[in-house]
């Protein structure tokens, strides 16, 4: 660990990572933590195989990263250039093939568009392709967008980074730096990189790795086909984010900020917006369950079920509390109530059944390790 602080301060979350190490489901964390003015910072383990996790190691964080792209659209939002219930095909004319005409972008947000399909693994496919590969694909079937509702892994924000490409013209890796990284002070933040760069960092370079369980023995950790150096110049908007632990809690910090009328980045009323719920009470078809949904954050849904809601902030989590978590990995958010910011990485795909209570007992102990246990 590399800061005794936190195993002093934040105890019964120190043991749970490291009880998780143990146990093999990850094999390095790294977590960092604003309560107020007070920060913590640490990380166990290894960020790849021989390579010792500091907290200044870059970690591929999926899906966690999909609030930025919310952002982005949300900037260009502000500026009058769009409007939540504009078609997508408004944008992105081809789009409108396969039945998805009437797909808009409050639908892509709160993921009711209705294509969720998977596509292929980000393998040297250009970004025009990949964009063109989600226009072929067809509505599921009896699907009505905006009134049945799915989470879309990947395709989806692929096309919001598309909105973002049409209207301002750059892509969207570049926008997300120039309008929400630089602003935010998110120093190592990228939704793509050249391997140049890639190689730049050296070993402050994390690999995420894949732990499931075997019946013929202790688990074994192997790094995940797609988190390679060939492919980190591929910008997924929805999986691609590789950041530090503190470039996210500087995220969420800025939309605190903002919500209090800082204007870094939105106006309070749009930050509003987009943490408010929007989808309410639907049954989630690809988690299986019913879940609430900002514009493109994830809001907390423990009414829904305080220990069976997936990917949830935990039982001590205020109602106001809004992020997003990372395919059985991470999660990073902000509970405003409670001035509290996290952001954690554990490194290995243990497999859901494993990882949700793994990460939903972090996330306990981490509040009531700061007296936030209710």
């Known amino acids: 660990m590399s800061d005794d602080r936190v195993a002093s301060d934040l105890p019964r979350a120190a043991r749970h990572i490291e009880r998780g190490l143990t146990d093999g489901l990850h094999i390095g964390a790294v977590l960092a933590v604003r309560h107020g003015d007070r920060v913590y910072e640490g990380a166990w383990g290894e960020a790849r195989r021989g390579v010792a996790a500091t907290p200044r190691t870059l970690c591929l964080w999926l899906s966690s990263g999909k609030p930025v792209g919310a952002v982005c659209l949300a900037r260009l939002w502000e500026r009058g250039l769009l409007q939540l219930d504009d078609p997508v095909a408004r944008f992105v004319p081809e789009f409108a093939q396969a039945g998805k005409q009437a797909v808009t972008l409050r639908h892509i947000l709160t993921h009711t568009g209705g294509f969720r399909q998977p596509l292929p693994a980000p ?68 939704f793509a990189m050249s391997i140049e760069a890639y190689d730049g960092y050296g070993p402050r370079m994390g690999v995420l790795h894949e732990t499931p369980p075997r019946a013929d023995g202790p688990r074994q950790a192997s790094p995940v086909a797609w988190d390679t150096r060939e492919n980190a110049p591929l910008c997924r908007p929805g999986s691609s984010f590789r950041a530090t632990a503190a470039d996210l809690v500087a995220f969420y910090r800025t939309l605190l900020a903002d919500l209090a009328g800082a204007r870094t980045l939105l106006l309070a009323q749009t930050v509003e917006a987009l943490v408010a719920p929007h989808r309410v009470g639907l049954l989630d078809h690809t988690f299986k369950h ?67 209570p793994r990460m939903a007992d972090l996330l306990t102990s981490v509040y009531e390790d700061l007296g936030l246990g209710r």
């Open 290 to 356: 019913v879940m609430d949904w900002g514009l493109g954050i994830m809001v907390n849904s423990a009414r829904h079920g305080v220990s069976t809601v997936p990917y949830r902030f935990g039982p001590h989590a205020s109602a106001r509390t809004f992020g997003h978590a990372g395919a059985q990995s991470s999660t990073a958010f902000a509970d405003p109530e409670n001035r509290l910011i996290v952001a954690v990485h554990l490194n290995g795909m243990c497999g859901e059944k494993d990882h949700q």
């Open 123 to 190: 393998v040297a496919q250009p970004w025009h392709e990949i964009v063109q590969a989600v226009c072929r694909l067809p509505l599921e079937p009896g699907w009505v967008p905006g009134n049945k509702a799915g989470y879309h892994a990947t395709s989806s924000w692929i096309i919001l980074g598309e909105v973002v490409r049409r209207i301002d013209g750059r892509p969207f890796e570049r926008f997300a730096r120039d309008e929400v990284f630089d602003p935010a002070g998110m120093a190592d933040a990228h």
